[in-house]
């Protein structure tokens, strides 16, 4: 009788092809069979392969073949600090492991970070600084729905409202990198690199400044703030703040010992959000996004007008801010010492201008968000239901952009940045909340390859619920989801189109208040009262040895 060879005795191109219909952790389970088992499914090659045809686009992925390209060998290599052995092996490891924690929606573990505890032992600390985080108010919007709820008794019908969108956080976070206020230890605004566990001061001065939004992008540092005093008051009951833009460069520092920050912070500009400002209040709002080079705003302000004019004021500007400079405007109220160099205004469109544009939003907005491009294009992203109430809810069915019979639809208009250029649109829409069929009922482009798609993210796939928040990362092909149900609390769901699974993710006992979250497919931040957490996904090595933590996922 034949004796059947053994799996790793096969030729190269059928040991592959059989594996190739192995999953990822069956690749794992594998290695304990023999040692023959062992040495091959632990080969650097075979796991190059793997990792690139099925996870390349995964951030360590990425960049553990950058530094393969860059030593110019195919096999086990280590760094300048002797870091890494065995690469692709240990990439493929901790690739798997996230995988599995995403899959279970149990973090690995979770860190906590301290905010600005209570505001009466914040002024006790530092006076001059006070309550200074005031953020841009969202529309007025909120979603009704129908509730059922039993008792003894009888059967009673409720109406909940959920909010719309979720209130703006005093920090940010970007690939790893977390921005948030230490005012319990430091009094200032830090940048956490969460992998390496080093902090680097932010060098923006938050004294007598109200911090308005802030984000991180593209390694770029935005500061939307107001000088805490008034200049100006409107009326009665409103004075206005100056409102500025500050900037900042968040660059590596590949010379600095692997014990100290990596991370420089440097100025690169300085300029007005808006020439007059605006009180600080409900009553004005603004959306902004910024790229490595250009920065963008629309602003929405009620009309508060002596002459009886009732449509709000609108305008969308768009800068241009690759130019650094040096110039601090804010310190400098005469503009008399402002150079030629650092921002400068490229496009200015009134509301006459977003009249031809379809994109004005008058008394009853439908605006989500607006986002740049790297193509120079800025977008408005749209969006309706027939269940929302509130002051900020309109119909949409002026101009073409909405259906009347569609109960739910988001639209996206692009506009070129320089050049009169044509515009783009997609529109989306569904005649039912429960049907499975959404129809794109208009659209076009100047060409095929439209840049972006409606989605109607809110209802595809939630049933009764509706999303709050999504927060996708698109190279790792998973998003997070704040799903508000028609009863109890919002819940936060990480899930996988390609892979078609999603799990609702365990908060246990973090009391997650009614804020945006953030994340990627390693890291994902909530935040509490007075703490932000941080779920680890990524069971990365030195965290484990920094915690003296047994690694307790399956054995590799």
Known sequence: MAILPDLPDLPTDLFLMVTSYLHSIDIVRCRIVSKSWHKEFTDESFLRDILLREDGKAQDVRAVFELEVQHMVGGPFEDDFGLFKDAWRYTFDRVLARKQALKSGRPWFVTKRALCGDLMSLMDKHADIGDFHVPVYPWVRYYRTAAQRRNVHACVQLEEHVPTDLLETDWTYDSGLLVYPDMIEIGAYVLLDIEQDTLTIVPFDIKHRI????????????????????????????????????????QSSKDSLPWLSQWKIKFRSEWKLHYLGFPLSAQDCWFSDHSMTHYAVYIWQTNRSAWGENEPIESLLIWDISQPSSYGLSDDHTSGSQTSAGPRLVKKLSYHDLDFLQIRQRDTPFLRKIALDGSACVYFFEEGSDRERGSHVGHGYEAGRRNPRDKVWERIVGIPVLGPGPSWEDRLGRETTFANEWQHTYSKSPDSLTPMKATCWRYEGMGSGIRNQVVPDESAGIKYSVVQRTVGFPEIWVSCDSDSWS??????????????IAGDDRYLIIQSTQELHILHFDHGIGEMRKRGRPFLGTAF
Not at 233 to 242: F, I
């Open 211 to 250: 911090v308005r939004r802030i984000r991180l992008k593209y390694n770029l540092l935005i500061f939307e703030w107001a000088e805490k005093e008034p200049y100006h008051r409107l009326n009665e009951l409103e004075e206005v703040h100056r409102h500025y833009v500050t900037a900042y460069d968040v």
């Open 503 to 516: 799990t609702e993710i365990g908060l246990q006992n973090i009391q997650w208040r009614w804020k945006q």
